[in-house]
């Protein structure tokens, strides 16, 4: 799968306008089949989700369009202790991937078994927040 990755960089280029960023996003529908939102580029700032919501407002206009249907994600800070920040997205669109990488990896201090303790703890973290049955450990 390709995943086209909107991060601050493209959403300035768009003038910070989420229908700006649909409008340009649909030259790419052909070739790709998610949209990851993540305005904090693997730096860690926490997902602004106010923001991630109107944005994902207009992906899924795309998809109502006719356009070929796109998984449509979001990231930003997102780690085990704080993905409660994403019960307001998964009201309106419960169908949300999620992305997670510096709050993981700790900004480069976890490495090995400690990397993998907090994965299973974001995993595990994300099967409560979306309801999922099942058992990582």
């Known amino acids: 799968d390709i995943v086209l990755q909107i991060g601050g960089n493209a959403f300035s280029k768009c003038g910070y306008d989420p229908v700006e960023m649909r409008n340009r996003i649909r030259d790419y529908i052909p070739y790709i089949n998610h949209v990851l939102i993540d305005m904090s580029g693997g730096n860690g700032k926490p997902l602004q989700t106010s923001l991630a919501i109107r944005c994902i407002e207009q992906l899924v ?3 109502a369009f006719g356009q070929r249907i796109i998984g449509i994600g979001a990231a930003g800070g997102l780690g085990p202790d704080n993905l409660d920040i994403l019960a307001p997205i998964l009201a309106v669109y419960p169908y949300l991937s999620i992305d997670a990488e510096t709050m993981l990896v700790g900004r480069g201090e976890r490495s090995g078994d400690e990397f993998v303790s907090e994965s299973i703890r974001y995993l595990d973290s994300a099967q409560k927040l979306f ?7």
């Open 61 to 63: 206009q795309l998809n």
């Open 131 to 137: 309801n999922i049955k099942g058992n990582l450990k």
